[in-house]
């Protein structure tokens, strides 16, 4: 038998510039009160442990990388925590897979920030990501961000996403030719919802509520004849999809055609027991037209007794960011939904991250890299990390500490210092410590389940 030493070694991945931490102008700040601040989300994780779980060469793959190294190179073979060929054969791949997954979950998380809690968030970046990889890994890492929804299908399959979308401009330009009106539909029955009765003739009742709100003595001067051919492409969709109706109302003019054809389409649907979905806003003034649209749902619910019509949900897209949805919230607006794409799949705002791994730990004895630029000297030693909570249940601070100090302690008073600024120090008595660093992966080979944590 012969025995080999190994030497073990332990990497850490951090951050090695700033992230989102925009200056001047770029510095978003909420009611000209609170900057957003530096942050970054962590992502990626489960791309890693599948990485490591399966990482492996074959006779052929490690005759390549031999005869592809220089014949004095000695590199001993390691794990994770151990021999450092493996490691440093991963360190590319794992700042790969954490790089993007972290950028796209924090940006989404900003957005959601800036939004508040109670808008619903649309990933609508597929046309902008870095192809259907970058579309697929965005729509995922959206999610963990804070976003509800993608319009991405693919990506159902393969995670617990939500899906939602609607009709494209497109569908609306074809009607001018293949639909010059409704009346040119072949196909004009629709069931109920229930499934109890069919309507023959749905078109009937959507020009029948069309003439309804003309005559009303609240809606009639805003709106005179809409446009037939974009009525006729409301129809067709609502027809084929009748309880996803969301319709695109800016092609041609917002309150004098979209919004009335929409309404037609959804009360006609409604006596059918479908409730649509709303609307959705691409151009214009954003804040000022779904304000009156919201006001045009509500006289519709008042006039003619359609319960919850005006709470019918406004969506807004085109070329959203941080900026726009600060804007629109202090002009004040009734949007309950954004679809953002560009600048949140592309990352705009801060197009990478600067994850790097670092060399902390050989065979038990810590190491450190020094240099004259303090944000690249690493912190040596295996660590632990906890987050502290006051009184109120708010996070005070994040604590890091070596893997065999002992740990803080609730009610405990502890003093907290900055690594390199000796300066900024605190006593602080948590109420409540909660152990960041958590082991998901034991090491094993193979024994990597697919799920680390359920999806909210």
Same mark, same amino acid.
């Given at each position: 038998?012969?025995?080999?030493?190994?030497?073990?070694?332990v990497f850490e991945?951090?951050?090695? $510039?700033k992230?989102?931490?925009?200056?001047?102008?770029?510095?978003?700040?909420?009611?000209?009160?609170?900057?957003?601040?530096e942050?970054?989300?962590?992502?990626?994780?489960?791309?890693?442990?599948?990485?490591?779980?399966?990482?492996?060469?074959?006779e052929?793959?490690?005759a390549?990388?031999?005869?592809?190294?220089?014949?004095?190179c000695?590199?001993?073979?390691m794990?994770?925590? +151990?021999?450092?060929?493996?490691v440093?054969?991963?360190?590319?791949?794992?700042?790969?897979?954490?790089?993007?997954?972290?950028?796209? %979950?924090?940006?989404?998380?900003r957005?959601?920030?800036?939004?508040?809690?109670s808008?619903?968030?649309?990933?609508?970046?597929?046309?902008?990501?870095?192809?259907?990889?970058?579309?697929?890994?965005?729509?995922?890492?959206?999610?963990?961000?804070?976003?509800?929804?993608?319009?991405?299908?693919?990506s159902?399959?393969?995670?617990p996403?939500?899906?939602?979308? $609607?009709?494209?401009?497109?569908?609306?330009l074809?009607?001018? !030719?293949?639909? #010059?009106? /409704?009346?040119?539909i072949?196909?004009? $029955?629709? #069931?109920s919802?229930? +499934?109890?009765?069919?309507c023959?003739?749905?078109?009937?009742?959507?020009?029948?509520?069309?003439?309804?709100?003309?005559? $009303?003595?609240?809606?009639g001067?805003?709106?005179?004849?809409?446009?037939q051919?974009e009525?006729?492409?409301? !129809? @067709?969709y609502a027809?084929?999809?009748?309880?996803?109706?969301? %319709?695109? *109302?800016?092609?041609y003019?917002?309150?004098?055609?979209?919004?009335?054809?929409?309404? %037609?389409?959804?009360?006609?649907?409604?006596?059918l027991?479908?409730k649509? !979905?709303?609307?959705?806003?691409?151009?214009?003034?954003? %804040?000022?037209?779904?304000?009156e649209?919201?006001?045009?749902f509500?006289a519709i619910?008042k006039?003619?007794?359609?319960?919850d019509?005006?709470?019918?949900?406004?969506?807004?897209s =085109?070329?959203?960011?941080?900026?726009?949805?600060?804007?629109?919230?202090k002009?004040?607006?009734?949007?309950?939904?954004f679809?953002?794409?560009?600048?949140l799949?592309?990352?705009?705002?801060q197009?990478?991250l600067?994850?790097?791994?670092?060399? *902390?730990?050989?065979?038990?004895?810590?190491?450190?890299?020094? @240099?004259?630029?303090?944000?690249?000297v690493s912190i040596?030693c295996?660590?632990?990390?906890?987050r502290?909570?006051?009184k109120?249940?708010?996070?005070? !601070?994040?604590?890091?500490?070596?893997? =065999?100090? /002992?740990?803080?302690?609730?009610?405990?008073?502890?003093?907290?210092?900055?690594p390199?600024?000796?300066?900024?120090?605190?006593?602080?008595?948590? #109420?409540?410590?909660?152990?960041?660093m958590?082991?998901?992966?034991?090491?094993?080979? +193979?024994?990597?389940?697919?799920v680390?944590?359920a999806a909210?």
């Open positions: 038998m012969i025995m080999a030493s190994v030497t073990i070694i991945s951090d951050f090695n $510039s992230n989102f931490g925009f200056s001047g102008t770029g510095l978003i700040c909420i009611s000209g009160e609170i900057p957003l601040g942050y970054t989300v962590f992502a990626g994780l489960e791309e890693c442990i599948k990485l490591i779980a399966n990482f492996r060469f074959t052929d793959e490690i390549f990388i031999k005869a592809s190294l220089p014949s004095s000695e590199i001993p073979l794990r994770i925590e +151990g021999p450092v060929a493996v440093q054969l991963l360190e590319t791949s794992f700042v790969n897979l954490i790089n993007y997954a972290s950028l796209v %979950a924090t940006n989404a998380a957005h959601r920030f800036v939004a508040g809690k808008k619903l968030l649309l990933e609508f970046g597929l046309r902008r990501a870095q192809g259907p990889d970058g579309g697929i890994s965005a729509s995922k890492y959206c999610y963990m961000g804070g976003f509800d929804a993608t319009s991405f299908l693919l159902k399959f393969s995670r996403l939500s899906l939602l979308g $609607s009709m494209t401009l497109s569908m609306i074809l009607s001018q !030719v293949i639909l #010059q009106s /409704p009346d040119e072949t196909e004009k $029955s629709l #069931q919802c229930d +499934g109890s009765n069919v023959e003739d749905f078109i009937s009742s959507v020009q029948a509520w069309l003439s309804k709100l003309k005559r $009303s003595h609240v809606l001067g805003i709106f005179g004849e809409t446009n051919s009525l006729a492409a409301f !129809v @067709s027809l084929a999809f009748p309880k996803n109706f969301l %319709a695109l *109302v800016d092609t003019d917002v309150m004098r055609s979209g919004v009335p054809n929409f309404c %037609a389409v959804a009360l006609a649907l409604n006596d027991g479908y649509a !979905v709303g609307i959705r806003l691409d151009s214009g003034d954003l %804040a000022y037209l779904s304000c649209s919201r006001r045009f509500q619910e006039e003619f007794g359609v319960l019509f005006g709470k019918t949900s406004i969506t807004a =085109n070329d959203l960011n941080e900026v726009t949805l600060d804007a629109l919230n002009q004040g607006h009734e949007i309950d939904a679809g953002i794409g560009t600048h799949v592309t990352c705009y705002g197009p990478a600067g994850v790097v791994f670092k060399l *902390v730990e050989i065979n038990n004895q810590p190491r450190i890299k020094l @240099s004259e630029d303090v944000s690249k040596p295996k660590k632990k990390c906890y502290l909570y006051g109120e249940g708010y996070s005070l !601070v994040d604590l890091m500490t070596g893997e =065999n100090e /002992p740990p803080p302690k609730a009610g405990e008073r502890i003093l907290c210092r900055h390199f600024n000796e300066s900024k120090r605190a006593y602080v008595v948590p #109420q409540r410590v909660e152990e960041l958590k082991c998901f992966w034991p090491g094993r080979s +193979g024994t990597y389940s697919g680390l944590v909210p």
